[in-house]
Nanobody
Framework: QVQLIEPGGGLVQAGGPLRLSCAAS????????MGWFRQAPGKEREFVAG????????YYADSVKGRITISRDNAKKTGYLQMNSLKLKDTAVYYC???????????????WGQGTQVTVSS
């Protein structure tokens, strides 16, 4: 089993960068694919990015492609989401999650972090 912990995201100016991290516990972390989702107030949780267990395959939502990079360090049992050129619409609670096979479907994920607030200001 895997437990996921996300440090606080914080507030960032529009156009600025921010890196989110997701620290995992459990020996099986490296065998799981990892995804990032976000949920804005009053909206459904949406897929942002995903990465395979080996890090060899990545997938991005069209809305963020070119502005974010997903990565992982299996030795540190940590996943990362590097976000650049942030926009006001990026404001949301961000969740990291783990699944046996990479997916964009929220209900297919087995483990979830507690979520972290990211607020982009003008």
């Amino acid at each position: 089993q895997v437990q996921l912990i996300e440090p606080g995201g914080g507030l960032v100016q529009a156009g600025g960068p921010l890196r989110l991290s997701c620290a995992a516990s459990g020996r099986m972390f490296s065998s799981y694919a990892m995804g990032w989702f976000r949920q804005a107030p009053g909206k459904e949780r949406e897929f942002v990015a995903g990465i395979s267990w080996s890090g060899g395959s990545t997938y991005y939502a069209d809305s963020v492609k070119g502005r974010i990079t997903i990565s992982r360090d299996n030795a540190k049992k940590t996943g990362y989401l590097q976000m650049n050129s942030l926009k006001l619409k990026d404001t949301a609670v961000y969740y990291c999650a783990a699944v046996r096979t990479l997916s964009t479907v929220v209900y297919q994920y087995d483990y979830w972090g507690q979520g972290t607030q990211v607020t982009v200001s003008s």
